[in-house]
């Protein structure tokens, strides 16, 4: 286990890019239950694309939760781009893709779904119609947009998910387990939009191999703080780090010799 005084994480100047996330001794307490984040760290840079990973119970939907102000922790600090984030408060400039697409879609139509957070945000008619379009165009969903949100399959639902967010035009956006329960077919699509991207990234997900093509970085988090941080493979490809937080090494990072045959 890598102690955090000596984690090995990304270097680079402050002056690159401005700090997106800045999470402080985040502690939370479930009632009834031991803590679920015990003093946890994390710096994420605007424009980083970061892998957040760690076994079930590990604390990472609970710092998603927190970074949105949906949880109120019990000690600590959470910054957005220099601001404090505050419990119901609304940030825009973030951005939750739910693991269950289903929990985001409730319009008639998947254009209204899309349409729906940047109408709350006050937004003119044209201004609403040009993210729609833009969201719909980007995700490749453009031709769905009369359709009813349940008649869809799983990777199309989670794709029309990811653009109601994208037309909110956050600068930050949260993936939890965005592959999940798509078929290859849906998975590569969504790894081909993800690289694609501009937006900062932060992806939890339990496929590994996903985040090592899409992600820059990768923070491990177990038992409520952050036990490494640095470069995907780095982190990935340590066998004894990675079982030893309940992992596995990606396959693709596990050496293969070819055999002979005669």
Not at 34 to 42: C, K, Q, S, T
Not at 80 to 89: K, S, T
Request: hydrophobic share 40%; charged share 20%; net charge negative.
């Amino acid at each position: 286990m890598t102690s955090q005084s000596n984690l090995p994480t990304i270097q680079r100047s402050p002056a690159v890019a401005e700090v997106a996330i800045a999470v402080r001794d985040l502690h939370v307490c479930y009632p009834d239950s031991p803590p679920v984040l015990r003093g946890l760290e994390l710096n994420i840079h605007e424009g980083e694309r970061v892998a957040a990973i760690g076994p079930n119970g590990a604390g990472k939907t609970t710092l998603f939760l927190s970074l949105c102000g949906v949880i109120r922790p019990d000690r600590g600090d959470i910054q957005l781009f220099g601001q404090p984030v505050e419990v119901g408060a609304f940030r825009p400039e973030l951005g939750l893709v739910f693991q269950n697409p289903s929990d985001q879609l409730f319009c008639a139509t998947v254009w209204d779904d899309v349409a729906f957070g940047a109408q709350n945000m006050g937004l003119s008619d044209s201004e609403v119609e040009r993210r729609v379009v833009r969201a719909l165009e980007v995700t490749g969903m453009m031709e769905l947009a009369q359709r009813p949100p349940h008649h869809l399959s799983g990777g199309q639902k989670r794709m029309v998910a990811i653009a109601g967010i994208i037309a909110m035009q956050p600068r930050v956006v949260i993936y939890d387990e965005p592959s999940a329960n798509l078929d290859l077919r849906a998975r590569r699509r969504l790894i081909d939009f993800l690289q694609q991207s501009e937006e900062t990234m932060v992806i939890s997900s339990h496929d590994l191999e996903l985040l090592i093509e899409v992600c820059d970085r990768v923070v491990l988090i177990d038992q409520g703080h952050v036990v490494a941080d640095g470069l995907p493979r780095e982190i990935m490809g340590d066998r004894a780090l990675m079982e030893a937080h309940g992992l596995e090494k990606p396959h693709s990072l596990i050496p293969h010799q070819n055999e002979h045959h005669p």
